[in-house]
């Protein structure tokens, strides 16, 4: 016989319990050496957030990623299969495998990255890219959980800037290629395990930071010398004519909209060529 009693219980036994929001944010903290594990995460969202003079060890895959109003901060994350998202932050320093990444209000951060779409860039200054530096116990397991493929291209090279007529002062740009002797690798040892490294050799990526003259890379508030820059196919070729003229309508004074999360669509023929492979 069915009652009230057993149909109560029965919806109890159903019932997941709640997760703890608290194991999936990092704030607040000062002075600190933080580390999250293989497992902890486990490809939720993560947030980090108002933290100051911290060290920042995300050894886990995520699916997206919030980092607000951090100060003189070292973050290093896993692969992430969604966004990551850094906000009104500066003098920091950022590792990431992300699918898609962003910068808004950031200023002095220096970014080690794989990423296989153009970073996007909105009113900020001096954001340096670098290749992926940092390698950990099952980095590659978290690459493929997290939806990434071999021999995926990386698009460093190739940032997307919102607002790039905006100058800060003492002419900062408001991006660059990073200066070679900022690029380091890191081994992060975590439960004794054995470290995995991503790439074929270290010395290839170092290249990539080396090299002072590349053939295309985006140069923040130097835009009126993009006339300068090696055109090498169609695509790029159309690509450079639309960013030519977006800069001459906002030289005439016409004020760009701002930037809704919605609409920050990276498109394909945007996507170009860069030489850092995955694996």
């Not at 016989?1 to 029965?10: A, C, L, N, R, V």
């Not at 300068?228 to 977006?246: A, G, L, P, T, Y």
Request: net charge negative; hydrophobic share 25%.
């Amino acid at each position: 016989m069915i009652t009230s009693d057993t149909i109560q219980k029965g919806t109890e036994s159903q019932t997941q319990p709640r997760r703890d929001r608290t194991k999936y944010i990092i704030e607040k903290r000062e002075n600190e050496t933080i580390y999250k594990h293989n497992g902890d995460i486990s490809g939720c969202d993560f947030k980090i957030r108002r933290n100051t003079n911290c060290t920042i060890y995300i050894l886990d895959y995520t699916s997206g990623m919030f980092i607000d109003d951090c100060t003189n901060c070292k973050i290093i994350t896993g692969p992430c299969s969604g966004s990551i998202f850094m906000r009104t932050s500066k003098n920091c320093s950022l590792s990431t495998i992300t699918r898609q990444l962003r910068f808004r209000d950031c200023e002095n951060i220096k970014v080690f990255t794989h990423c296989p779409t153009d970073p996007v860039v909105e009113n900020s200054f001096n954001i340096f890219f670098g290749p992926y530096n940092s390698f950990y116990p099952h980095l590659k397991e978290h690459f493929l959980k997290a939806g990434f493929e071999k021999n995926e291209e990386n698009h460093i090279g190739t940032p997307y800037d919102f607002t790039p007529d905006k100058i800060l002062g003492n002419g900062e740009k408001h991006f660059d290629k990073m200066n070679k002797d900022d690029f380091v690798i890191e081994k992060i040892e975590d439960n004794n395990e054995e470290v995995e490294e991503m790439y074929d050799g270290y010395t290839l990526k170092e290249n990539w930071v080396k090299d002072a003259n590349p053939s295309y890379f985006g140069k923040g508030d130097d835009n009126k010398n993009v006339s300068d820059i090696i055109i090498e196919d169609k695509d790029k070729s159309k690509d450079f004519e639309e960013r030519k003229e977006d800069s001459m309508l906002n030289n005439r004074g016409i004020k760009l909209e701002e930037s809704v999360d919605d609409e920050i669509k990276i498109k394909k023929h945007k996507r170009r060529r860069c030489c850092c492979c995955v694996f």
